[in-house]
């Protein structure tokens, strides 16, 4: 199962199309809209909850399903607009509300981070209105898969300058669509 993760709040999301044209070349996939989920940052209360249930080992806590969905997914793809420099916050909640130690990765016998995911790629899509600077999410994510999940590769897949004055959007879209009919045609 490939787990799509979409963080595209707008009704006319350029990067859901995006994300839609590469979604048409793959099969068995599960969407989960973080929009539409209960989910809410961990703040003290949730973090003390969460940490009682890990030391009594209720792994199978309602509150690990999204923990549990990432960790068995056989690939995942992230949609989100590029905004301040990164993603979405509802993207960061959801990614707390993930980062369960005893889920999704674990520390092994010298201190170090080893994932525990078994999915073989992460693929983030997004758009920029200006020029895209990959430092706050793709980088952040690719660390993340790498260093924490253990998910080894990592690909991007985007669109730039969508809203810089006399660009053609839809033209720079169309392009990184056709690229992506492109690559699934080998
Ligand atoms: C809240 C917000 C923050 C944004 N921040 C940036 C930014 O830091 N740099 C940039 O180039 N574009 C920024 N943009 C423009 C979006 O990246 C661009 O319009 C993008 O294509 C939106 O994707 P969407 O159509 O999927 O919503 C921002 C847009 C919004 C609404």
């Given at each position: 199962m490939t787990l799509y993760i979409n963080a595209c709040p707008r009704e006319e999301s350029r990067t859901e199309r995006l994300a839609r044209a590469y979604l048409a070349h793959i099969s068995d996939v599960t969407e989960l809209n973080v929009y539409d989920q209960p989910l809410v940052p961990l703040d003290r209360k949730r973090l003390a909850h969460?940490?009682?249930?890990?030391?009594g080992g209720k792994w199978h806590d309602p509150m690990f399903d999204?923990?549990?969905?990432?960790?068995?997914?056989?690939?995942?793809?992230?949609?989100?607009?590029?905004?301040?420099?990164?993603?979405?916050?509802q993207l960061k909640t959801y990614i707390e509300n993930i980062y369960v130690t005893g889920i999704?990765?674990?520390?092994?016998?010298?201190?170090?981070?080893?994932?525990?995911?078994?999915?073989?790629?992460?693929?983030?899509?997004?758009?920029?209105?200006?020029?895209?600077?990959?430092?706050?999410?793709?980088?952040?994510?690719t660390a993340m898969a790498k260093e924490y999940f253990g998910i080894r590769e990592t690909r991007l897949i985007y669109a730039e300058c969508l809203d810089i004055c006399g660009n053609d959007p839809e033209a720079i879209l169309q392009s990184a669509i056709d690229q992506i009919e492109r690559s699934a045609d080998r």
């Open positions: 969460r940490e009682s249930l890990i030391a999204y923990a549990h969905q990432f960790a068995d997914a056989d690939d995942i793809i992230i949609a989100a607009p590029y905004w301040d420099l990164g993603f979405p916050a999704v990765s674990a520390y092994n016998d010298h201190g170090q981070p080893c994932g525990l995911c078994r999915a073989r790629s992460l693929t983030y899509i997004t758009t920029a209105g200006g020029a895209y600077d990959p430092r706050f999410s793709f980088d952040y994510l």
